[in-house]
């Protein structure tokens, strides 16, 4: 599983989602610009000790993680503006989940771009969206769900 946060900008949200994704064995990739910078002391406090555990990538952009990594793997772009949930899809495990930043998610434009991969995690209408790392820990687990834990031993 690969895990995208483009244009990241708390760093406590990265950590989280560093910690996570170390604990699934995803790889981590940031697209820039960053909100903070990778030796913030909110970072590395979120992530403990698990930063030798973590594959993170750090990206000019978007196209240049694709570039580099998309290959086949199938995408999906969480925004709280799509009509899918994120329950819907049936993942492989090498799926890509890519999120926005904390206070805007993925622009209009970035989600023009792939309309038919759009999903969301579905909440009361009152509610405007849900924290960054819950976000991602709520989605990855669904994709660990379906893939990694059939027939595993987990501790």
């Known amino acids: 599983m690969r895990i995208v946060l483009v244009q990241p900008e708390i760093p406590g949200n990265a950590g989280n989602i560093a910690r996570l994704s170390a604990a699934l064995g995803a790889s ?13 002391r909110y970072l590395k406090r979120a992530g403990l000790d698990y930063w030798h555990l973590l594959d993170i990538h750090i990206h000019e952009n978007y ?34 989940l890519v999120f926005g930043r904390e206070t805007a ?12 991969k759009l999903v969301r995690i579905p909440m009361i209408e009152s509610a405007r969206s849900l924290n960054l790392s819950n976000s991602v820990a709520i989605v990855a687990y669904e994709v660990a769900r379906q893939n990694l834990f059939r027939g595993m031993k987990v501790t």
């Open 28 to 40: 981590l990739h940031l697209i820039k610009p960053l909100g903070f910078s990778l030796e913030d």
């Open 63 to 96: 196209e240049d993680f694709a570039e580099k990594f998309l290959g086949d793997k199938t995408p999906y772009f969480l925004s709280t503006k799509a009509e899918s949930s994120y329950i819907q899809p049936e993942y492989k495990a090498d799926d890509v």
């Open 105 to 116: 998610g993925l622009s209009e434009e970035f989600l023009g771009k792939y309309p038919g």
